[in-house]
């Protein structure tokens, strides 16, 4: 047996001990794709395992994340921080090894993967990336960018739309980088992919614009390390490898078979498959030394490699020195002083919030460099584009505005895979509305606690004429109900410029900044408060208010002008404007207990959405105005008015709660 056929069974056996240790996980693709993943890994990355966070690394994304012990054997092999001990704790609580890959850069885990599809559409925006920084900072003589993007998918990967979506758009950006291995099987749980998946994989990848290959022996190394260098080779268009293997290979009763998906070999069943792949060692985890030489002449490879990057590097900044400092600031994700620019504060007029952001990221533009985004095809609605920049192109690398096309899930997720990538702040944009087709990404942000930005506009009923099917409702809800996020909706151009400051400075938390298609005025009182998620923008005269009012966005403008006439009738309110619940928890209890006091039991909260979530703040005693069902199609102000969003009926609610 030579030594690669030798370091693939020790893929092989070292990820299905470890299901079999866990009595749970998917030994499929691991005996089946071992061959591919360690042609890939030996003959071709370039990375240095001492060094998980190299910047010009190679990135390995496993797309069928349902395979991770297949991701865990190949990052122990190879001398990552992933070790015997952490195989042995497959799946358990608190292990390095959960069942399928979560984020961890410092174990040379590039991204959570497992939701299928999501890994390439990731892969998708690394690989962007990996040509905008090329573009912005070498020079003749200094590629200090100059790596590839690889993932490893199955079939059900390519079932999912969202991995249709990411392909379509690389193949018109002719990401040459970018090279997917496709394990090509023909398995999935429910068996044979003739069920349900009987398409011509290649002929519509090639109708994308990508080059496609085919290895016809899916255990042949050498055959697969030429796909791959073939697919290196075109510096035009993505590539897709697709590598034909059988599910469960080496293990006689469950080879090809729909059982070898998703639960352990069985102990008898992997002495046979020893046996099968002449596999002479009985010692369960087992590393012949014989690969743990090979590998380690592989990985010192990578270090020396590493070594001379950093060198030229060093020279680059020599000579260079303004763009290595602009790198490092790329990379160290620092920001300006926003907080102390006075004309980053400074708006007048009374415009919609839409239009506030707009203007708010075109200051941006010209303080953040390393800012990119676009929008799912709705820029000129939702006001997303940095008028300063150039658009993003085959052509144009440089260009930080991005044409994602109608494909809002793949934009979300190749969002992700762009802030992955390391050296840029990326921000999407959408109708609200839409946040349904997105929220898959949305929530793999949060898991990861990636802080990418999302514009999120047309943000209630305000939409008018358009009706129920554009007008989001439980939207609000369901972005507050998903940990990690932080949602923020602003009611005027000073809370848009807090909302996108809070957004930039929050390190581990995805924010949307959710705002109105129609014209809100300018309040007296709003501005930096609004970084406290919650604060008082008009106070009772009296110590203890008679009543709190509490709104978010368009209207807050009802309870603002509803006070004037509460106290006219002899009711002292307070009101609070409160653009972000999540920030608003973050505070201290002091504060918290000095804005909303416990001692105030009579409350008011108007919201042109769904209630849900609101009982927390208005208790008992308190009410709601809000959503109870979907909207109508009609102008926006007429809209407001049928469903009770008018200053008098805040003012009856709070009179009827007051009185009660």
């Known amino acids: ?11 092989r056996f070292l990820s299905v001990e470890a299901i079999q240790k866990a009595k749970s996980g998917h030994p499929g693709l691991p005996m089946g794709a071992a061959p591919a993943a360690y042609a890939l890994w030996a003959k071709n990355m370039r990375m240095n395992p001492a060094d998980p966070k190299w910047d010009d690394r190679d990135r390995f994304v496993l797309s069928a994340g349902h395979g991770s012990a297949l991701l865990y054997s190949l990052l122990h092999l190879f001398g990552y921080n992933i070790t015997i001990d952490d195989l042995k704790n497959f799946r358990q609580l608190d292990s390095n090894t959960p069942g399928h890959p979560e984020y961890d850069i410092e174990r040379g885990i590039e991204t959570a993967s497992g939701p299928l599809g999501q890994g390439i559409a990731g892969a998708v925006g690394m690989a962007i990336a990996e040509t905008y920084l090329a573009a912005q900072f070498n020079r003749p003589g200094y590629d200090v960018v100059n790596h590839y993007t690889y993932a490893l998918c199955g079939d059900g990967c390519l079932m999912e739309g969202v991995s249709a979506e990411a392909a379509s758009l690389a193949g018109t950006l002719k990401l040459g980088k970018l090279v997917v291995l496709y394990d090509c099987n023909n398995i999935t749980i429910e068996g044979d992919t003739c069920t349900s998946f009987t398409e011509d994989v290649l002929k519509r990848f090639e109708a994308y614009g990508w080059q496609t290959i085919t290895v016809e022996d899916g255990n042949d190394v050498d055959a697969i390390d030429k796909a791959i ?14 590598i034909m293997t059988k599910i469960g290979y080496g293990a006689p009763n ?53 070594k001379e990057w950093k060198a030229m590097f060093e020279a680059y900044a020599k000579e260079y020195p303004e763009l ?42 010209k303080l953040v460099p390393n800012l990119i985004g676009g929008s799912a095809d709705l820029a000129p609605s939702n006001k997303s584009v940095m008028k300063d920049r150039e658009y993003y192109s085959p052509e144009n690398r440089t260009g ?12 979300t997720v190749i969002a992700n895979g762009m802030y992955l990538h390391g050296g840029l702040r990326p921000y999407i944009a959408g109708f609200f509305v839409f946040s349904d087709y997105m929220k898959a990404g949305l929530r793999m942000s949060a898991l990861m606690g990636l802080p990418v930005i999302s514009i999120f506009t047309h943000d209630s009923i305000g939409v008018g004429e358009d009706g ?43 924010t949307g900044i959710i705002l109105s298609r129609q014209n809100l005025p300018l309040l007296d009182g709003t501005g930096k408060e609004a970084l406290k998620g919650a604060y008082i923008l008009k106070n009772s005269k009296k110590e203890t208010p008679d009543v709190i009012l509490m709104a978010t966005g368009s209207e807050v403008e009802l309870i603002y002008k509803a006070w004037d006439i509460l106290q006219e009738k002899g009711i002292d309110a307070r009101v609070i404007s409160m653009p972000s619940w999540e920030i608003f928890e973050e505070q201290s209890d002091e504060y918290k207990e000095s804005v909303i006091p416990m001692s105030v039991r009579k409350r008011v909260a108007v919201e042109a959405a769904g209630d849900f979530g609101w009982h927390k703040y208005v208790g008992l005693d308190g009410e709601v105005i809000s959503m109870n069902g979907y909207g109508a199609s009609a102008p926006a102000g007429k809209l407001f008015e049928k469903y009770g969003f008018t200053v008098d009926n805040v003012v009856d609610t709070v009179i009827r709660v007051v009185n009660r």
């Open 324 to 365: 290595a400092e602009q790198w490092n600031n790329w990379h160290n994700g620092e920001l300006p002083d926003l907080l102390n620019n006075e004309d980053y504060w400074t708006y007048e007029g009374d415009i919609a919030t839409r239009a506030s952001s707009e203007k708010v990221l075109n200051k941006l533009s």
């Open 400 to 411: 930080s505005n991005m044409h994602f096309g109608i494909r809002e899930f793949a934009m």
């Open 254 to 306: 469950k080879q090809g078979k729909a059982s070898a998906h998703g639960e352990p070999l069985g102990e008898e069943e992997i002495v046979l498959a020893k046996e099968n792949l002449g596999w002479e060692y009985k010692e369960a985890f087992y590393v012949p030394e014989q690969v743990k030489e090979n590998i380690s002449d592989i990985t010192k490879a990578g270090a020396e490699t590493e």
């Open 1 to 11: 047996m030579n030594i690669d056929q030798l370091s693939v069974n020790t893929l």
């Open 229 to 242: 260098k073939e697919a290196k080779a075109e510096a035009d268009k993505p590539s897709i490898i697709k």
């Open 468 to 510: 129920p099917t554009h007008q989001p409702i439980e939207h609000l809800a369901a972005l507050r109900s998903m940990p990690n996020y932080t949602v923020i909706r602003p009611c005027d151009s000073r809370e848009t410029a807090a909302a996108w400051y809070a957004a930039l400075s929050r390190k581990t938390s995805p």
